[in-house]
């Protein structure tokens, strides 16, 4: 089961939002074979919630609406409510019959906006950026028989910064230095000295550069 949780962050754009689900999707079905499946569960992420339940409930069908167009398998209702309360049973029936009411009208046939060309382009930037961060990963330990599924060399990605996120500052097992900006609808990693929007290449050569001046001096 591959959760896909849209709205994450809140304020990234509905099309780069798709477009970063495609990009997961593509990723992960790619390893299905005879004897692996994955089934999607689409959802809302809970930060994106305003407090303004009549808002909340536009906001939960506004996301259920852009989550059919990944086909999901599964459709994960989150409560509109969450922002100002914890749901009751009276959110929770509501909460599922506007979910209802989208998909119920998405069936009777909808434009894909899938196709969109600048989703398209998104999606492939970040598939194309995410195999560096993967081989940069398999670089880490390249003796192991599968890097990508080796504990010690995922900790040692977290602790250098290979896989590293804003919200891990702070925690000693993670780098957490990495910084991000958003820029048309979308996040990007983000150089605040240099003022600019970073690569993948360029934040990874940084990290592994850095990995290797240590090893000499270790």
Known sequence: MAQYMFNVPPSISPMMDLAKM?????????LQDE????????????A????DLYQAKGQLASSAYLAMAIKPHIYHVVAYCEADH???ADDIIESCKIVRGVIRNTFLGTVDITLDKKVQDRKNQL???AMIILNAIKQLNPTAKD???DASTIAKAIEIGILDAPHLKGNPAACGKLVT??????????DPVEKRILTEKERIDRILGQAEKKAVFA
């Open 86 to 88: 914890a749901a009751n």
């Open 48 to 51: 994106s919630f305003p407090t």
């Open 35 to 46: 004897n692996f499946r994955v089934y999607r569960q689409a959802r809302a992420g809970l």
């Open 127 to 129: 598939i194309s950026e």
């Open 181 to 190: 900006r958003l820029t048309d609808g979308a996040l990007y990693a983000y």
């Open 147 to 149: 890097p990508l599924a």
């Open 22 to 30: 495609l990009a997961k999707i593509e990723l992960i079905e790619s």
